[in-house]
């Protein structure tokens, strides 16, 4: 399917049209961005590395019945979705405090909740992403009752699905970032990606970053870590 128009231009993904009105290209940058966009830096490799991982992750998940944007993996950088209508909201989950959840309570990073914490953050850098609950989305219209309750039911499943993949390969999944969309149908579907850009990864059994924080906190070599992510998961997926 031929490129078009850029559609949208974010710090990590270009969106293309192409000729069909239902698809998209989507292609992954090597930029690399943290605290809403104020540190910025290039990494080498990163946009094929998160290519690569999202589309594994996003076809592992399609294989287990979750409807997603994902299409295929057309190159190095770039894959096929079909076009979405995006929610303006992120949706976290969280199986261990760490981040800005551990910031925001003074609560250890590494220490393990009760139960799964969920939040839902509108999505704007100026306004650094604010925590909100499913009071300021049904009253500020974001999204219906009804397709809050789906979103809760897919990221009970993605979750269940992710931590039992990535324990398989040796990686403790922390926590996680989902985006919602509508298909041309109307239809809610899983969109935007799944990465060590968006998820924090730790090794079972050192505890090292093998996600963002690496380049947040200046923590070593990011692309040898996404790496080492990426030769994981196709051992673990090699038949799929
Ligand atoms: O920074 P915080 O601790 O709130 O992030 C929780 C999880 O959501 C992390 O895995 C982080 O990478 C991801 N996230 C993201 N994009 C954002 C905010 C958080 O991918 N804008």
């Known amino acids: 399917m031929n490129q078009k128009a850029l559609l949208y231009n974010g710090k990590s993904k270009q969106i293309f049209a192409t000729e069909g009105q239902n698809f998209v290209i989507m292609s992954y940058k090597d930029d690399e961005t943290a605290y809403y966009g104020v540190k910025k830096s290039t990494i080498p490799n990163k946009g094929a590395l998160n290519n690569k991982i999202s589309s594994l992750i996003f076809k592992y998940l399609e294989q287990n019945g979750i409807y997603t944007h994902f299409v295929e993996q057309l190159?190095?950088?770039?894959?096929?979705?079909?076009?979405?209508?995006?929610?303006?909201?992120?949706?976290?989950?969280?199986?261990?405090?760490?981040?800005?959840?551990?910031?925001?309570?003074?609560?250890?990073?590494?220490?393990?909740?009760?139960?799964?914490?969920?939040?839902?953050?509108?999505?704007?850098?100026?306004?650094?992403?604010?925590?909100?609950?499913?009071?300021?989305?049904?009253a500020l219209g974001y999204a219906t009752?009804?397709?809050?309750?789906?979103?809760?039911?897919?990221?009970?499943?993605?979750?269940?699905?992710?931590?039992?993949?990535?324990?398989?390969?040796?990686?403790?999944?922390?926590?996680?970032?989902?985006?919602?969309g509508f298909d041309t149908e109307g239809k809610l579907m899983l969109i935007d990606e799944i990465s060590p850009d968006t998820a924090r990864f730790w090794d079972s059994e050192s505890h090292e970053h093998l996600d963002r924080d690496l380049f947040r906190r200046d923590l070593g070599d990011v692309e040898s870590a996404y790496k080492e992510v990426l030769t994981r998961l196709e051992s673990a997926l090699q038949n799929g």
């Open 145 to 180: 009752e009804e397709t809050l309750r789906e979103i809760r039911s897919i990221m009970q499943k993605t979750n269940e699905l992710l931590t039992k993949l990535l324990k398989s390969i040796n990686i403790d999944l922390i926590d996680f970032k989902l985006e919602f």
């Open 75 to 138: 190159d190095e950088n770039k894959q096929l979705c079909r076009r979405a209508k995006s929610l303006p909201l992120e949706f976290i989950v969280r199986n261990v405090i760490a981040g800005t959840l551990s910031r925001r309570l003074d609560i250890e990073e590494g220490t393990v909740p009760e139960s799964t914490i969920y939040e839902i953050c509108l999505k704007s850098d100026i306004l650094r992403d604010p925590l909100i609950n499913h009071y300021h989305v049904l």
